[in-house]
């Protein structure tokens, strides 16, 4: 099962969990609250009559009906009359259900304002007029005749005389079936709410769930790339998603300084091994018996060979102090063509021995936005690499220009044979190189640190076939 799925049906499953067992706690809980209430309003009604029958039920004789002329008896022949039509919450009201049992110190009942009358029933075991009796709180639940399965609330008040005897005991009833409307209407809107609530549960959890597995496959995305050529960006997180990434992201960053230390060790220990089996072969020989002449060739054999050491060691440190450089710190006008010319000054010598000539062709006054020294770095690699390659007597073409895309393009095109098309591809690798004149091969790394410099400077390197000869294309960004 996908994660997404887990995670939606975790989160629904919580969720739905704790809405059933609120829900039910509500629902069932709705009935009860409305008979307490209505118990407390039946109690203050009750007492309220109480007060009202307490001098027709000290008039009476004991155990003899109430007459219709009391004050009780007039309110309740009133009251079953009285027309209503009361609108209670969406709710209509149109009749009055309230019923008065009146009983003597004794329990039997005087007056009743239901039908069919309790007159003349002894109620002193129910439980409203027992406990009232005793001076205890009375109240009772009974069947409802009206009603099959319905039931009649009694909440009872005791009826006292002016010196505080206990006359008998007042009744108030009132049928459940009155109330179970609200009850079911309340019920209604809570499941409604809840349903509602539900809904909008599962719209959070959905969108919970997206925004969690979309981080967690951008996080997989990041991670698949980064044993790749092309690793992605470390993706833009909140919170513990954002502090992995950006751990991934370091974790990526130390191995693969791991692995390009390891390639480099590795490269370099080849690249080492030739001259170090000459300087070893040559330092055995000049260990025997040989002629001046002799000696002095392998002595500067010997010669060679360290130099040859030296530059790649000096080529690998300035290549590793370059790619540890996040940035140019502060880049300023440069003047290619002034640069170029002292660049070939520098060079005068070799070009010099090799009958070479540097020849203009563009020359736009363009200055290019970077760092001077690293890019005379660039160009004297350029140049001897160059050097190295074009034919003796021939020239090297340079120019500078502005190309469509707004950069400056400097250029410096050789006469020699050229690069192949599998292997010109592969141009600016550390340690790839091809052989040169006199099956003499270099250790590639001064067009590494070409493309390391122009690749600091934001620029591009392009090394197109010129038939005869090969042109290196260097684009900076231009000064503003």
Not at 366 to 380: H, K, M, Y
Not at 408 to 433: I, K, M, N, T, Y
């Amino acid at each position: 099962m996908h994660l997404g799925l887990r995670l939606l049906f975790g989160f629904l499953a919580i969720t739905g969990l704790a809405a059933f067992f609120v829900l039910r706690v509500f629902v069932t809980e709705v009935e009860p609250s409305t008979k307490q209430a209505m118990e407390d309003l039946m109690v203050d009604t009750a007492n309220l009559l109480a007060e009202i029958a307490g001098p027709e039920l000290a008039a009476a004789a004991p155990g003899v009906p109430l007459g219709g002329d009391g004050a009780l008896s007039r309110a309740s022949r009133a009251y079953a009359q009285r027309p209503v039509d009361a609108s209670i919450w969406a709710l209509q009201k149109r009749t009055l259900d309230l019923r008065i049992l009146l009983t003597d110190a004794t329990g039997r009942v005087v007056f009743d304002s239901g039908t069919p009358s309790a007159v003349g029933a002894d109620h002193s075991r129910w439980r409203d007029v027992a406990r009232t009796l005793r001076g205890e709180y009375g109240a009772r639940s009974s069947a409802d005749p009206a009603d099959p399965g319905g039931s009649v609330m009694y909440v009872a008040a005791p009826v006292r005389g002016a010196d505080g005897q206990l006359l008998g005991v007042l009744s108030v009833g009132k049928p459940m079936s009155t109330v179970r409307p609200f009850v079911e209407r309340a019920q209604d809107k809570i499941l409604l709410a809840g349903a509602l609530l539900l809904g909008a549960s599962l719209l959070i959890g959905v969108a919970v769930t997206a925004w969690a597995v979309r981080s967690v496959r951008r996080l997989q995305a990041f991670a698949r790339a980064a044993g790749t050529d092309h690793p992605l960006p470390p993706p833009a997180l909140a919170g513990e998603l954002g502090e992995l990434a950006g751990a991934m992201a370091q974790m990526r960053e130390r191995l693969a300084g791991r692995d390009r230390l390891e390639h480099q060790v590795r490269a370099l220990t080849h690249e080492l091994k030739s001259p170090l089996s000459a300087i070893r072969g040559a330092a055995e020989l000049l260990q025997e018996d040989l002629q001046a002449t002799d000696r002095q060739r392998f002595v500067t054999q010997i010669e060679d060979q360290v130099a040859r050491t030296q530059h790649v060691v000096e080529q690998m440190l300035e290549l590793s102090k370059l790619e540890g450089l996040p940035a140019l710190a502060d880049p300023a006008p440069v003047d290619l063509v002034a640069l170029t010319d002292a660049v070939a000054r520098q060079h005068a010598a070799a070009l010099q021995q090799r009958g070479l000539a540097l020849r203009w062709g563009r020359r736009d006054a363009a200055p290019a936005a970077g760092d001077e020294v690293r890019l005379a770095l660039a160009l004297s690699n350029v140049m001897s690499n160059a050097i190295a390659h074009a034919p003796a007597g021939t020239t090297l073409e340079a120019a500078v220009a502005i190309d469509g895309a707004g950069q400056v393009c400097w250029s410096l095109r050789d006469h020699g044979p050229g690069v192949p098309d599998f292997a010109r591809a592969r141009l600016g690798e550390r340690f790839f190189a091809l052989a040169g004149p006199g099956d003499r091969r270099g250790s590639g790394l001064g067009l590494a640190i070409v493309a390391q410099v122009v690749a600091l400077h934001g620029g591009h390197l392009r090394f197109d076939d010129a038939r005869p000869g090969l042109r290196v294309e260097i684009a900076l960004p231009r000064s503003r």
